[in-house]
């Protein structure tokens, strides 16, 4: 019986480091996708979910398997330098949570926002001013 629990924790902590790994080389690789996102820093969270890639919330809940409470610092510096604000705090009170590990929430919400169409008339928004932005050119 005490040798099968340690079988069944080394597994488990065999996959909680893969899951690491894994969502560390992911996050790495997505850094200048997900820095060439204009997302405004004042919208919404369902707005944000709906910019941004599902390979992002998708390692992010990865991260927080991996890591449990202790994937919070990485989300908040990692969120926080690709410029998420309105992702950063939801991302960290979420892996503050212990044992929501295996809850993959931000997947749950990113597809929910799709589905829904929550934050739709702000998407709408965002999307009118960025094409406004591109599309002014003043000469001088």
């Not at 405004?40 to 992010?60: E, G, K, S, Y």
């Not at 212990?98 to 931000?106: A, E, H, N, R």
């Not at 926002?113 to 094409?131: C, D, F, I, P, Y």
Request: proline residues 4%.
């Amino acid at each position: 019986m005490n040798e099968s629990i340690w079988q069944v924790l080394g597994v488990l902590g065999a996959v909680a480091l893969a899951c690491v790994v894994i969502a560390l080389i992911g996050l790495t690789l997505l850094v200048r996708s997900i820095r060439r996102l204009e997302v405004p820093h004042d919208t919404d969270f369902f707005t944000t979910m709906r910019l941004i890639p599902l390979a992002l919330v998708v390692l992010l809940d990865m991260l927080d398997f991996g890591m449990d409470v202790f994937a919070a610092p990485l989300v908040w510096l990692f969120l926080d330098r690709m410029g998420l604000q309105s992702l950063r705090n939801k991302a960290v009170i979420e892996s503050l949570i212990p044992f929501s590990g295996p809850i993959p929430t931000f997947t749950l919400a990113w597809i929910a926002a799709r589905t829904l169409h929550l934050g739709e008339h702000e998407m709408r928004m965002v999307k009118q001013l960025s094409h406004d932005k591109r599309g002014t050119i003043i000469d001088v």
